[in-house]
């Protein structure tokens, strides 16, 4: 059992990963777009980011020692019985978790209920880095329920759960990002990591688009299971994002709007 002080270092590490990290992917943005549209930022990203500071608000009052801190008190588990050096062992909670996080993505887009909640993140009409910000609270909220659940069944360390929710974070700002790679080096890394261009496929209007390339961190889920696409119908520049049924950056940008969507019908 890990000691208490992974609450403390997490406190820390998450905040400082997440703003470099996004501070770095918005600038890339700027320097290097994929797709030139406008991003029309001064309506999205106030409801974007107030959508952000409202779902961190309800996880630290509701799960205030967090996933690390749960995962640093908590000596059950599979890993807990096996013995396997730290090293390994940490490896393979963090792959085990994002193998989690993948099928818990694939769930939140079958049952009805569930995509009613996880379409919040769907309408957005643009891609950013901001995008990677907008969930529902519900669904953080079920998803931190989700990964408490995981952690105490794999029995994943606290520095294994810490590493991975900065790499869950921290990829899930990168592969949201409007960033462009040079053609062959987005090749390369797609083989083992989830790529802008791979996860913008999934934010398309096509309904057969938007239920594939589940993955955040490892690119290897969907193809394993059958989910994986290579490339949008209409092309990376070509292609819309959002959902269908709503297409105004200016409604869908508002904090409220998004609170109420999923109770509002899709016509």
């Known amino acids: 059992m ?24 918005g600038w890339w943005e700027y320097r290097a777009p994929r797709r030139r549209e406008p991003m029309v930022r001064r309506v999205r990203w106030p409801g974007n980011f107030a959508l952000l500071a409202l779902d961190v608000l309800l996880l630290r009052l509701l ?7 749960f995962a640093a008190l908590w000596p059950w588990g599979l890993l807990h019985m096996v013995p396997l050096p730290g090293w390994l062992a940490g490896l393979l909670a963090v792959v085990l978790l994002d193998l989690v996080i993948y099928w818990q993505h694939r769930l939140f887009h079958r049952l009805p209920l569930l995509w009613r909640l996880h379409r919040v993140h769907h309408t957005d009409p643009r891609l950013d880095v901001s995008s990677a910000l ?24 606290a ?57 955040f961190n490892l690119s290897c ?22 959902l269908q049924q709503w297409r105004d950056p200016a409604a869908c940008g508002r904090l409220g709007w998004m609170l109420r969507a999923p109770w509002m019908a899709a016509s």
């Open 2 to 25: 890990e000691t208490p002080l992974s609450v403390e270092v997490a406190a820390f590490v998450r905040p400082g990963c997440f703003l470099l990290i996004l501070a770095t992917i």
């Open 63 to 69: 799960f205030p020692l967090g996933a690390a801190g």
């Open 134 to 157: 907008r969930f529902h609270p519900l669904e953080i909220l079920l998803s931190m329920a989700i990964k408490v659940a995981a952690i105490a069944l794999i029995g994943a360390g």
């Open 159 to 215: 520095t294994a759960v810490l590493c991975f929710e900065v790499l869950l974070n921290g990829m899930a700002m990168f592969n949201h990002g409007n960033i462009a790679l040079p053609g062959r080096i987005e090749r390369s890394l797609r083989r083992w990591l989830v790529t802008p261009d791979m996860h913008r496929i999934h934010h398309s209007v096509v309904a057969g688009e938007y239920n594939s390339n589940f993955g």
């Open 221 to 242: 889920w969907d193809r394993l299971f059958g989910s994986y696409r290579a490339a949008p119908r209409g092309g990376q520049r070509g292609m819309t994002i959002g």
